[in-house]
């Protein structure tokens, strides 16, 4: 498990091993925008305000994921204990 802060609010949300970090901000009422769910069509790119993010898509290239300043929420997940998205 691991921890998203919501930039806006300073909210902080748990994200438990069985879910993504789109379902545990839903669950918390923050939406991000999605369509495949599964890391392809870029449609929930978020920015990455702190934090390393564990790239688990196949849309990001190499070099934008070593950049570690964008995530694709639906499927990618943190490598530490608290990543700051721009949500
Ligand atoms: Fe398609 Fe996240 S919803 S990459």
């Known amino acids: ?50 934090g390393e993010p564990d790239h688990r898509d196949l849309y990001l290239t190499e070099e934008e994921k070593a950049r570690n300043d964008v995530i694709l929420p639906c499927c990618s997940r943190s490598k530490g204990r608290v990543l700051v998205l721009d949500v």
């Open 1 to 50: 498990p691991f921890e998203v802060v919501v930039a806006s609010s300073g909210a902080v949300i748990e994200v438990p091993g069985d879910q993504s970090i789109v379902q545990a901000l839903g669950a918390a009422g923050i939406y991000v925008p999605t369509s495949c769910e599964q890391g392809v069509c870029g449609t929930c790119l978020t920015r990455v305000l702190r």
